[in-house]
């Protein structure tokens, strides 16, 4: 059984419980723009026990966290709507859903849809590098027209498609862990750590 299949459902099941799971599923992904994966640990931590008051919430990283505040239950409710479509059509639906909340860009509301439905996927640096994909795929105005930006979701849906969510969890995983094996035992502890992260136990 490879890591997705294993840490993955259990990480949807965690984050579709209940909306403040899933807020703490958005701001983990909020925690990882720019940083290392290993460190996303200790910023959880340190979030969930002081909250929008964390070192680590600052910038737009407290945008968001105030933004979900006042409507993560709303947007909670919009997400588990999109469940009840499939393929494609449940794709595009999630991304439109986390796309709105402030500081999330194609590849973070990706990188939720994965976290809380297992679909899409996050093309971030690591991946336009080894996969060879232009930087444009990951360029989003949210003030543009709404037929601009369903343009860009969708292109970026299609490319993580072509892939598939599972190949890009899986393989990613296992490149951090070859970047970093003084931390990692291999990629199947780069992707459990995800499910640990978001609820703070040992899996």
Request: proline share 2%; aromatic share 10%.
């Amino acid at each position: 059984m490879s890591s997705f299949d294993k840490h993955n459902p259990l990480i949807n099941r965690y984050a579709q419980k209940s909306w403040r799971n899933m807020v703490r599923m958005i701001m983990m992904a909020v925690l990882s723009i720019q940083q290392p994966w290993h460190s996303v640990g200790t910023q959880m931590y340190d979030y969930k026990d002081k909250g929008s008051g964390s070192r680590f919430v600052w910038g737009n990283k407290r945008k968001a966290l105030l933004w979900l505040t006042v409507n993560g239950e709303q947007l909670y409710y919009e997400a588990l709507e999109c469940l009840e479509f499939s393929g494609k059509k449940r794709s595009i639906a999630l991304m439109n859903v986390f796309l709105q909340v402030p500081g999330l860009g194609l590849a973070k509301a990706g990188f939720c849809c994965q976290l809380f439905a297992g679909c899409v996927g996050c093309i971030d640096v690591h991946n336009l590098r080894r996969l060879n994909i232009s930087e444009k795929v990951l360029d989003f105005n949210k003030l543009a027209m709404d037929k601009t930006k369903q343009k860009k979701v969708e292109a970026y849906v299609d490319a993580c498609a072509e892939r598939r969510c599972r190949w890009l969890w899986n393989t990613w995983c296992s490149l951090i862990a070859k970047k970093q094996p003084e931390r990692w035992r291999d990629g199947d502890h780069v992707s459990l750590v995800h499910l640990e992260y978001l609820t703070q136990e040992r899996a």
